[in-house]
């Protein structure tokens, strides 16, 4: 036990918590691009709705 064992214990610990911060991110990252999907095909949901809404008869 000396120097050179606490040196590893850091390296690995700052590998942990650097994959840890990678897997957040692209866990935010996916959620993100899910959510604008979802958003996009409501808007196109909405816009075709609006343009085949209520009619009135133009006569």
Same mark, same amino acid.
């Given at each position: 036990?000396?120097? *050179? @064992? @606490? $040196?590893? &214990? =850091? &390296? %690995? $610990?700052?590998?942990? +918590? %650097?994959?840890? $911060? /990678? /897997? ?5 990252? #996916? ?6 999907? *979802? /958003?996009?095909?409501?808007? =196109?949901?909405?816009?075709? +709705?609006? *343009? /085949?809404?209520? #009619?009135? @008869? &133009? +006569?």
């Amino acid at each position: 036990m000396g120097i *050179e @064992d @606490d $040196a590893i &214990k =850091v &390296k %690995t $610990a700052s590998i942990y +918590f %650097t994959n840890v $911060a /990678l /897997l957040l991110w692209h866990r935010r990252s #996916t959620d993100e691009k899910s959510g604008i999907t *979802e /958003l996009t095909i409501a808007m =196109v949901e909405v816009e075709s +709705f609006v *343009e /085949l809404g209520p #009619t009135k @008869d &133009k +006569f």
